[in-house]
Nanobody, 121 residues
Framework: QVQLVESGGGLVQAGGSLRLSCAASGSTFSINAIGWYRQAPGKQRELVALTSSGGITVYAVAVKGRFTISRDDAKNTVFLQMNSLKPEDTAVYYC???????????????WGQGTQVTVSS
């Protein structure tokens, strides 16, 4: 079973940048879709970016133009480069394998501990 571990979060001022890492184990990483989610206190977990096995990337409107998802299959790692951070980006960020059910993406695996991102004003 593939396991994912998030890292790279921290405390930054508005306008700053962070790069999150999602390290995966297993041999099927290169053919799976991977997504980054975030969850702020009192809010639902939301999908903010994904990269498919075919290299397609998709972003939530709230982060498009500021965040970039990428993958290094040789190192079994997916990254989320976050630029121009805003206080509303404050959340715990998670990564997960995704499954396409024909109309939408859904998380496939269990949730890890995530990594905290805090953006001060």
């Amino acid at each position: 079973q593939v396991q994912l571990v998030e890292s790279g979060g921290g405390l930054v001022q508005a306008g700053g940048s962070l790069r999150l890492s999602c390290a995966a184990s297993g041999s099927t990483f290169s053919i799976n879709a991977i997504g980054w989610y975030r969850q702020a206190p009192g809010k639902q977990r939301e999908l903010v970016a994904l990269t498919s096995s075919g290299g397609i990337t998709v972003y939530a409107v709230a982060v498009k133009g500021r965040f970039t998802i990428s993958r290094d299959d040789a190192k079994n790692t997916v990254f989320l480069q976050m630029n121009s951070l805003k206080p509303e980006d404050t959340a715990v960020y998670y990564c997960n394998h995704l499954r396409w059910y024909g109309t939408s993406w859904f998380p496939l695996g269990s949730w890890g501990q995530g990594t905290q991102v805090t953006v001060s004003s």
